[in-house]
């Protein structure tokens, strides 16, 4: 969680330099190629590093990492493509932002492969180490860009994925004694490469879905509305961020948790949720009631007098974090039982749920109103992602009954 936490700070404050370097329109065209290289990176998330972590223990770190990079090889051309395509929907044309969208993609992508690897193999401490020493170091080049005059958007976006790369490669430096030190000898089972693909390719939809429900927002809000109101939206939803990464860091330590209780016994791996759940439910609500306080005034003062109106946005936003961070344990439960189909069909569902209240509120878009319509569709995946886990583990206690 302390690292989620750093890489949070990273981002928060990198929002804030733009925002204040660039305006609000530049913030806004930044918040576009930001969900650009998102939306690309679900392939590497969903076909390389969520298998990855799954299989590293039933079939040994060697074979995990050798099968990872094969895949890692296959989707980085694609995902180039895929972040293009969707950073020019949103309206951004230049060539200098869109070649700098595709190298925080590609850059990113090499860092996560690398980060993924201390994550399966449980080293937090090295983890935050070497995030925190990229965060300084993002902060730094960030500083010096803006007091030279060449802060641009396509220049931050440069700089972020640079900074990425060089932690990568320090990952790499301190990975292989780490590694030969803390992981087992491979006695473990064969990786088929039909399981691997199998969860990958599943995985990917459901990923896929997912970020759409995520950046759908902004691209609609892009398309249908100014510059000024996405970075309205972009300044609410980035003001929640350090709560929403702090729960992800929680939820590294669930998936990399599950994959091992899993190995244990049914009942191991739903006790190992349910503690989840009761630490999200407590320091989620505490720490949203906290922000959701005055967020006008945070806004205001942390990004400029613009923003400050975005307060009933972050009142919608902030929900919809707690619920992602709770909805998120069903799914990881599901996957690490290599169930990864509902999961797929509930995205599918809440996407269809928020394009349809877009649409319902197309002529008349805000940032506020766009922040309902993602409670809304997260209210719904919520609910489906709960009734399919109910269902789920009825069917496997049923199962284990009859053998």
Known sequence: MCDQVTLAAAGFATSIVVARAIGPAGLGRYAVSQSG?????????????????????SAGPAAAARTSRRVFASVLVPGLLLALGVTALGRVQGAGQLAATASLFALTAVYQLASRSLVAAEAWGTLWAVDACGTVTQLLALGVLWWLGLL????????LGIVRLLVAMAIWRVRPPLLQSTVAPAGSGLLRARDYLFLGGWGMVSSALGYLQRDVPVLALARLTAPEVVSLFAAARQLLTPIQVALSGLQLWLFSGAAKHAAQSPQALAGHINRFRRVVAVLG???????????????????GAHFAQGATT?????PAVLL???????????TVGLQPVWPAAANAIALVVLAALIGLF?????SQTMAGCVLGGEVVFFLAMELGLHWWRGRRLRVDEAA
């Open 37 to 57: 290289a998102a939306m690309a990176l679900t392939l590497v998330e969903a076909t390389v590093l969520t298998p990855y972590l799954v299989f590293y223990r």
């Open 324 to 334: 992602a961070a709770l909805r998120g344990a069903a799914g990881t439960e599901m």
């Open 285 to 303: 609500v505490a720490g949203l009631v906290v922000l959701a306080a005055a967020p006008g005034w945070i806004l205001g003062g942390v990004y």
């Open 362 to 366: 197309a002529s008349r878009l805000t």
């Open 314 to 318: 972050v009142r919608f936003l902030a």
């Open 152 to 159: 641009t958007v396509p220049t931050a976006l440069l700089a």
